[in-house]
């Protein structure tokens, strides 16, 4: 993360203009002073000016030193002895990971000639390895390579590309210590609130498990979401740990305090606990279930219902939902007559949340967006949401149309207005370097349709094929327009990564199940603010 965040930047270097011209008594510029020339009174100021630029540096770092050993100390006071048990677990990963990393420069040297790779010679922290790592240490690491992978505008491309593949599994934990997490945080036997809970988890990731179950009484079909033991624990000891060594790299270089390291390193630490806390979530599902009912949207899309009296912190009970991923094109067939409806609804429902509810589905993935069996667009797990000021989605606005005209000056603009940037950019050089850019893009999709409609097999293997091609295509797109973008001072909020990455979602989406229609150009789909958008903040004022 370090690294990323000042990728770039320059280190001060001192020039001439920076430093007054000797002049004599009248104001003139004296060539000869003291019998020397300028020049070297020049070097001579240039240098006590370093010597003092030092020397306020030091002073600064003598005068935050106090704070931070406080900061550290604290940090380990409220970490405990659960610091000890990770910094084990975390040498066995490095162990593990260390021991793959040399049985793969094992077999690299004995079969290349000329040296080893670049990756092999970044050793663990190569973006492979690294990410290899961060699943062998766990929930947390697991969640920050996924921040990784939406954070573009913070880190190197190669490893928002690699950690794309972070994958959030894990195994399962034995029923009987998710039974005995139920009954401490419902206050009551199990059996007094479930008729049935299955043993065998539906999923299992790093920080949760999901159990299908079934209320006592009601007799309605729930989904669990258990928090795993001592995650909690783990996520403490690791986001302290990580923010004491970003204190200790801010400290250390001024370099790291002007990229505000210990600023992101807060939006992690946030992001992530509002993830482990089901109440959080809860509060979400409501939200975009308010948003349902004002906008007269519940006859077409969904999110389940949630039962407070067994829910808490840590434990979410649901209203079970039955249907199937967007990307199971067969499925969705023989449930509805038009896919391309159901794709055009999910977008609709989906742009409209992001004015009209307090927050948005930042992760809608096959596994998260369903059709269900009734027809209704299913949205699930509400863990990970985004929030978009009303400034950046009218940059956006006018982004994604200048993509669907090929606009490229509007585009640059719309791009200046979101991004931050402390210099003037060149608004004319920025459309045609995306111009370019895009252009290109377009040439490769030519091809990549062409090539698939030739192929001889099923149209399911087809439109797959399509699919995981556009995946790569679509991530690279992302990656050229940030580093283009970077490349003239622009810095990104992450919520417009946020965004964007639902969008290429979205076109995999179109491209499976409505190959011919255009995302940000058909009519039926509302991209624009939705003037509704006042009636429903008005009904909660």
């Known amino acids: ?96 990971v260390g021991g793959e990393w040399l049985n793969d420069v094992s077999k690299s040297a004995s079969s290349v000639t000329g040296g080893l790779p670049t990756e092999m010679q970044l050793g663990l922290l190569s973006p492979i390895y690294l990410r290899k790592l961060f699943e062998r240490m766990g929930a947390t690491y697991i969640k920050l390579g996924q921040f990784i992978a939406s954070a573009p505008t913070l880190f190197p491309p190669e490893y928002v590309e690699e950690f794309q593949n972070c994958f959030d599994k894990a195994p399962p934990v034995p029923f009987e210590e998710i039974r005995k997490t139920l009954q401490e945080e419902l206050g009551r036997p199990i059996d007094s609130v479930y008729e049935y809970v299955d043993p065998t988890p539906i999923a299992s990731a790093s920080i949760a498990q999901v159990h299908g179950a079934r209320l006592r009484g009601s007799q309605e079909d729930v989904v669990i979401k258990v928090l795993k033991p001592g995650i909690e624990d783990f996520l403490v ?15 250390l270089s001024p370099e790291f305090s002007r990229t505000s390291l210990v600023g992101i390193v807060k939006d992690i630490r946030e992001s992530m606990l509002e993830e482990v806390d089901f109440n959080k979530e809860a509060q979400n599902i409501e939200s975009f279930k308010r948003y349902l009912d004002t906008m007269g949207l519940s006859g077409q899309a969904t999110a389940p219902r949630v039962y407070k009296h067994c829910s808490s912190r840590r434990v979410l009970t649901m209203e079970r939902l039955y249907g199937v991923p967007l990307t199971d094109l067969d499925s969705i067939r023989s449930l509805v007559s038009s896919p391309e409806n159901s794709l055009i609804t999910a977008l609709n429902v989906w742009f409209g949340s992001l004015l009209a509810c307090e927050s948005f589905h930042a992760d809608v993935h096959a596994g998260n967006l369903w059709l269900l069996r009734d027809g209704r667009i299913g949205f699930l797990d509400f863990g990970i949401v985004g929030r978009i000021s009303p400034k950046t989605w009218a940059a956006m606005e006018v982004f994604l149309a200048s993509i669907a005209t090929e606009e490229y000056d509007s585009m640059a603009s719309a791009l200046i207005q979101m991004g931050a940037t402390n210099r003037d950019v060149d608004a004319k050089a920025f459309a045609r370097d995306l111009e370019k850019m895009f252009s290109s893009i377009q040439e490769l999709d030519t091809e990549i349709v062409v090539a698939t409609a030739r192929g001889p097999n099923s149209d399911r293997t087809a439109v797959a094929a399509n699919v995981v091609v556009d995946e790569r295509q679509m991530n690279a797109l992302f990656l050229d327009l940030v580093r283009v973008s970077e490349s003239y001072g622009l810095k990104f909020p992450r919520e417009f990564a946020l965004l964007m990455k639902q969008l290429l979602y979205f076109d995999r989406y179109t491209r499976l199940l409505a190959p011919n229609l255009n995302m940000l150009q058909d009519q039926r789909i509302s991209i624009g603010s939705n003037r509704r958008t006042n009636r429903y903040k008005d009904s909660f004022n």
């Open 1 to 96: 993360m370090a690294v990323s965040a000042f990728r770039g930047t320059r280190l001060p270097f001192f020039h001439h203009s920076q430093f007054p011209v000797a002049r004599t008594v009248s104001g003139r510029s004296n060539k000869m002073i003291g019998g020397r020339n300028s020049k070297g009174f020049v070097l001579s100021a240039q240098y006590s000016q370093a010597q003092d630029l030092f020397t306020s540096r030091l002073q600064s770092r003598i005068e935050n030193l106090p704070k931070l050993v406080e900061d550290i100390v604290q940090t380990s006071i409220n970490t405990g002895p659960r610091g000890a048990l990770r910094l084990v677990q975390g040498v066995q990963a490095f162990v593990g």
């Open 237 to 251: 000891a690791d986001l302290n740990f990580i923010y004491v060594v970003a204190r200790i790299f801010e400290f």
